[in-house]
């Protein structure tokens, strides 16, 4: 099983700052298998960056991902208030499929 | 306007059984693979397995905690997808989500239901 690892769990940030938000794989994962979750409190999960870099439907420009191998990463350039949210990557590289563990986002 | 609709959650025995149902509208249901994922409380996501699309011949799979106890199925000729859940523990306590793939077969999951509750307990 691929075990992803995302850090930090929990993270804080003024409105205006940029942030950076990282998922780790215990094995490699092809870029093209690496997707990242909205999740808001009490609602379901969003895709919101597919295939690394991707924006999802409707993601503001201002969220960005890259990464390649065991390493990803999920940016927000200027963070807003309605960006408070769980994040989860998400990867296949055979099964099962498996999710990290989650990144809070919390505005100051 | 695509919509999935989970229900069938409750509350139920430790060993019993439940059946999740996820009621799909606006696209060509043959044409995706279907997933289920849960949720415990206050926890992370966890995938539980899928079944892919007519092109592929309905296969299963399953993530490792659930193979042999859940079994995913499809009712093509009424859109709906099935989580038929036998010998149920305490840790399968969770909010259950149905997921489509989006279609590219890059595993992205791009439309998902509200959930449904299932409380396991005595």
């Known amino acids: 099983e691929n075990v992803l690892t995302q850090s930090p769990a929990i993270m804080s940030a003024s409105p205006g700052e940029k942030v950076t938000m990282t998922c780790r794989a215990s094995?490699?994962?092809?870029?093209?298998?690496l997707h990242w979750y909205q999740q808001k409190s009490g609602a379901s999960p969003k895709l919101w960056i597919y295939?690394?870099?991707n924006l999802a439907s409707g993601v503001p420009a201002r969220f960005s991902g890259s990464g390649s191998g065991t390493s990803y990463s999920l940016t927000i350039s200027s963070v807003e208030a309605e960006d408070a949210a769980t994040y989860y990557c998400q990867q296949y590289s055979g099964y099962p499929w498996t999710f990290g563990g989650g990144t809070k986002l919390e505005i100051k | 306007e695509v919509k999935l609709v989970e229900s069938g959650g409750g509350l139920v025995q430790p060993g019993g059984s439940l059946r999740l149902s996820c009621a799909t509208s606006g696209f060509t249901f043959t044409d995706y693979y279907m997933s289920w994922v849960r949720q415990p409380p206050g926890k992370a996501l966890e995938w539980l397995g899928f079944?892919?699309?007519?092109?592929?011949?309905?296969?299963?799979e399953y993530s490792a905690s659930v193979k042999g106890r859940f079994t995913i199925s499809r009712d093509n000729s009424q859109s709906i997808l099935y989580l038929q859940m036998n010998t149920l523990r305490a840790e399968d306590s969770a909010t259950y989500y149905c997921?489509?793939?989006?279609?590219?077969?890059?595993?992205?999951?791009?439309?998902w239901g509200q959930g449904t509750s299932v409380t396991v307990s005595s």
């Open positions: 295939s690394t870099s």
């Open positions: 997921a489509r793939e989006r279609g590219n077969y890059d595993y992205a999951m791009d439309y």
């Open positions: 079944i892919r699309n007519k092109a592929n011949g309905y296969t299963t």
């Open positions: 094995s490699s994962v092809s870029s093209s298998y």
